[in-house]
Every structure is written in C-alpha cells, then in structure tokens.
C-alpha cells in the first residue's frame, strides 16, 4: 500500500526557511520522478518542482533559485529547502509523483506572515 507522509512545515516571517519532507513507502521509490505540489484554498494544487530518478530537477517559475529539492533513495525520502519565503508561497504543500498521482498524503502547512 502506497503511502506519502509529509511533515516540516511551519509558520515563519518573510524571507524565513523551511525545509519540507515526504516520507514514501509501498513503492519502489527510487525509479520514481517526485514532486512537490502546493495548494492554496480555492485554487488547484500546482507542481512547484520535481526530481527524476537521475536527480534532474526542475521548478516552477515563482520558486526558482529561492527552492532547492533533493531525494535520498536510502531513505526513500525526498526533500524541499524553501528560502527567501514569500507570503504567496503560504500553502499546503504535498508530495507525489507526478507521472502516476498516488494516494495523497495529508500535506504540510506552511505559512508565511510577519
């Protein structure tokens, strides 16, 4: 049974750090691209970066060199180091693999005010 946990979200000021985890298990992680998402009310939950089974990554324009995502296959875990955070990147942040959407975990808040 696939399942997704994610936790190390918080509430910071601007310009404050977070650093996210997803735990997977159920799966054969290391052959999967996973991906973060994130999702405000109202909205659609949207990629916000991703990381193939060959560590290549990529994000989505509003997080570029304030994010950074990372994976390690021992642990089958991927993180997401969240810099500079802004009021627009409060959200609940998930975790998937975008490829095949598997059953979402409960996701992360994060919040950002001052």
């Known amino acids: 049974q696939v399942q997704l946990v994610e936790s190390g979200g918080g509430s910071v000021q601007p310009g404050g750090s977070l650093r996210l985890s997803c735990a997977a298990s159920?799966?054969?992680?290391?052959?999967?691209?996973m991906g973060w998402y994130r999702q405000v009310p109202g909205e659609e939950r949207a990629l916000v970066s991703r990381i193939t089974n060959e560590f290549l990554t990529d994000y989505a324009d509003s997080v570029k060199g304030r994010f950074a995502i990372s994976r390690d296959n021992s642990k089958n875990t991927i993180y997401l180091q969240m810099n500079n955070l802004k009021p627009e990147d409060a959200a609940v942040y998930f975790c998937?693999?975008?490829?095949?959407?598997?059953?979402w975990g409960q996701g992360t808040q994060v919040t950002v005010s001052s």
């Open positions: 998937n693999a975008p490829s095949e959407l598997l059953p």
């Open positions: 159920g799966l054969a992680f290391r052959y999967y691209t």
